[in-house]
């Protein structure tokens, strides 16, 4: 199984900063269309997904979320964070099954 | 606008049996793939399994292999999960969600139904 290690496990930040979260396969995923996606999750919520083959924006999801990466290494960035982005973050690998999740990174106020 | 609601969830002891389903409306329920995935309390999300628009082609994690059996019913724009043999480590809270189109990721989620299971 592809193994999925996120970081960092939490992050404390402020409304404006930049915030980046790394997600790391235990191998490559396909060589095409870099089968990777990042969700949000509030409490108590199901997960919103938010880019998916790791640098397509889901409709409706700002701007303000990019995503990038192939082959290991993959990375979340959100340019200016807004109160309404605290949450947890999870990446999801589908290059080969069982598609699997990171362990999720918290960003909370700092 | 595109729902998926959840239901059948509820106490099983070790051993037994429960059918989640999962009613799917505003959207072509035949023409996408369909996933499970389920998150203990307080805990990640984890990937159960998923099947295809007609429902020939199924994949599961290795821990549910051999007990838990996903299902649809095109007609009745209906998704199912038949979980056997149930351990108290498939307690979680088990969503469904509709694959994005050509992608193997998810765009939207129902709002989840609880399993829990304990003696």
């Known amino acids: 199984d592809i193994q999925m290690t996120q970081s960092p496990s939490s992050v404390s930040a402020s409304v404006g900063d930049r915030v980046t979260i790394t997600c790391r396969a235990s191998q490559g995923l396909s060589a095409s269309r870099s089968p990777l996606a990042w969700y949000q999750q509030k409490p108590g919520k199901a997960p919103k997904l938010l880019i998916y083959?790791?640098?397509t924006l889901q409709t409706g999801v700002p701007s303000r979320f990019s995503g990038s990466g192939s082959g290991t290494d993959f990375t979340l960035t959100i340019s200016s964070l807004q109160p309404e982005d605290f949450a947890t973050y999870y990446c999801q690998q589908a290059g080969s099954v069982p598609w699997t999740f990171g362990q999720g990174t918290k960003v909370e106020v700092k | 606008e595109v729902q998926l609601v959840e239901s059948g969830g509820g106490l099983a002891q070790p051993g037994g049996s429960l059918r989640l389903s999962c009613a799917a409306s505003g959207f072509i329920f035949s023409s996408y793939w369909m996933t499970w995935v389920r998150q203990a309390p307080g805990k990640g999300l984890e990937w159960v399994g998923c099947?295809?628009?007609?429902?020939?082609?199924?994949y599961y994690v290795d821990s549910v292999k051999g007990r838990f059996t996903i299902s649809r019913d095109n007609a009745k724009n209906s998704l199912y999960l038949q979980m056997n043999s149930l351990r108290v480590e498939d307690t979680a809270l088990y969503y469904c969600?509709?694959?994005?189109?050509?992608?193997?990721?998810?765009?939207?989620w129902g709002q989840g139904s609880l399993v829990t299971v304990s003696s």
């Open positions: 969600a509709r694959h994005v189109v050509g992608s193997r990721s998810f765009d939207y």
């Open positions: 083959d790791a640098s």
């Open positions: 099947i295809n628009v007609d429902g020939n082609e199924k």
